[in-house]
Structures are given as structure tokens and as C-alpha cells.
Nanobody, 128 residues
Framework: QVQLVESGGGLVQAGGSLRLSCAASGRTFSDYAMGWFRQAPGKEREFVAA????????YYADSVKGRFAISRDKAMNTVSLEMNSLKPEDTAVYYC?????????????????????WGQGTQVTVSS
């Protein structure tokens, strides 16, 4: 059974940092792109960051560029999202996802339909 399990969410003050982790199990994801999406109350799910299976290329939403960093440990089958300089507008449920797109560019990687597997999400709340 394939599972993606997120952890590391919580409550943090504006300007603070959090590190989210996603543990994948049930198969090897070394050839899968991994992504992070988020969904705030009353809003649609939006792309945050993604990383290719090789780990050599990363993609970010403009809203988090320079503040967030995605990385993966292929041996451990995990992907992480380091979030710095957090803002209240970063408050959302953060989801980990895995997929195998045919092409790799920001348009493709930011499309949730590309991703085959999803985690249950972890809440991140940033207070002002």
C-alpha cells in the first residue's frame, strides 16, 4: 500500500521557521517527482514547490521563492520542505504529492493533476 505521510506542521509566529517532512512507503519513489501543495480555508489547493526524481532541479511558486527550500533523500524515501520567514498568509494545510510527469517545467510541476499519490496533509499556522 502506497502511503505519503506528512509531519512537522504546527503553530509558529510570523518570521519563524518550520521544516515539513514527507515519508513515502509502499514503493520506491526515486523516479517520481515530489511536490508540496497547500490549501487555505476557502481557497483552492495551490502549488508550493516540487523536485525532480533526480533531485537536481527544483521548482517554486513565486510566493515562496527565496523563503522555502525543497529537498529529498532518495535513500530514505523522504522529501522535506524548509520554510523560513513565514508569513500569516502561509497558513494552510500542506500536502505532499508524488507523480511522474512526462515533461518537467514549472507549468507541469505546478499542476496537481500530474501527481498520482497524495498525503493527508499537515496544518501550518502562522500567527501575526
Amino acid at each position: 500500500q502506497v502511503q505519503l505521510v506528512e509531519s512537522g506542521g504546527g503553530l509558529v509566529q510570523a518570521g519563524g521557521s518550520l521544516r515539513l517532512s514527507c515519508a513515502a512507503s509502499g514503493r520506491t519513489f526515486s523516479d517520481y517527482a515530489m511536490g508540496w501543495f497547500r490549501q487555505a480555508p476557502g481557497k483552492e489547493r495551490e502549488f508550493v514547490a516540487a523536485i525532480r526524481g533526480s533531485g537536481t532541479t527544483t521548482y517554486y511558486a513565486d510566493s515562496v521563492k527565496g523563503r522555502f527550500a525543497i529537498s529529498r533523500d532518495k535513500a530514505m524515501n523522504t522529501v522535506s520542505l524548509e520554510m523560513n520567514s513565514l508569513k500569516p498568509e502561509d497558513t494552510a494545510v500542506y500536502y505532499c504529492a508524488a507523480g511522474r510527469p512526462r515533461f518537467y517545467n514549472i507549468v507541469v510541476m505546478s499542476n496537481p493533476e500530474v501527481y498520482e499519490y497524495w498525503g493527508q496533509g499537515t496544518q501550518v499556522t502562522v500567527s501575526s
